[in-house]
């Protein structure tokens, strides 16, 4: 019997990757500042309180804080916009000398609020009421506006503008020109007018200037470049 051979071959796929064209381009970055009345301002306002023991500072800081928060109601248009932002109780030591320990010698209390308003002309005499009221301290005020979308739209608008005149002229200086934008991200920062106080006195109605909030923006551009 006469045997015959079968050879079976086999053609294996050959996996082939087109190599991606990545187009020549210039990178750019274009940066511009708006600014805006701010329409809001936040106040925070402090009461602290001393005693010999922790149950007397914070009776005491309780009483005078519940009467700060009320008298501030009437230039608020929701009680939402009262909170508290800082409480703390921590105990006074007395100053030793040399070589001897620190003794406790009474207890202090901080409870800050911030009341939050939309009248800017009231901040002073809010300021004054809550000082009357019992607040011995004023940690500071800042404004901004309720409605940041139209300040930063225009700072982003002139960044992009000004990004893409200096991919032109890098451009023109290389002898190239732009095309295509292929890249584009942006970064903003919002900058806020704030005053800040230690300790408050009563007295005349307490001058407040609220300056601009200014919103600062970058765009960068990568542009595609022909011949």
Same mark, same amino acid.
Request: aromatic share 4%; proline share 5%.
């Given at each position: ?20 064209? /990545? ?5 750019? #970055? ?66 030793? $000398? $040399? ?50 979308? $139209? /300040? ?28 295509? #934008? ?8 919002? #900058? ?26 970058? /765009? ?8």
């Amino acid at each position: 019997m006469k045997l015959t051979k079968l050879v079976l071959a086999f053609t294996l796929p050959v996996a082939t990757w087109a190599q991606a064209t /990545v187009p020549p381009s210039i990178t750019a #970055v274009g940066s511009a500042t708006a600014s805006a009345t701010p329409d809001v301002a936040r106040v925070d306002i402090s009461v602290v309180t001393q005693a010999g023991t922790a149950q007397d500072a914070t009776a005491a800081n309780a009483m005078q804080t519940s009467a700060v928060i009320t008298a501030l109601q009437s230039f608020v248009t929701s009680s939402s916009n009262i909170k508290t932002v800082s409480y703390y109780l921590s105990p006074v030591y007395n100053n030793p $000398p $040399p070589g001897q320990s620190a003794t406790i010698i009474g207890y202090m209390v901080s409870n800050t609020v911030e009341v939050t308003l939309t009248d800017l002309t009231q901040i002073g005499k809010a300021i004054d009421t809550a000082i009357q009221a019992g607040a011995n301290r004023v940690q500071g005020v800042s404004f901004d506006v309720m409605d940041r979308s $139209p /300040v930063m739209a225009q700072a982003l608008k002139t960044a992009a503008s000004r990004a893409r005149s200096q991919a032109d002229a890098i451009a023109s200086g290389l002898n190239v020109h732009t095309g295509a #934008v292929l890249r584009a991200s942006e970064g903003v920062n919002t #900058v806020t007018p704030q005053t800040f106080g230690a300790a408050a006195a009563a007295g005349a109605t307490t001058p407040i200037e609220t300056g601009v909030v200014m919103v600062q923006a970058s /765009v960068t551009l990568e542009v595609a470049i022909t011949p």
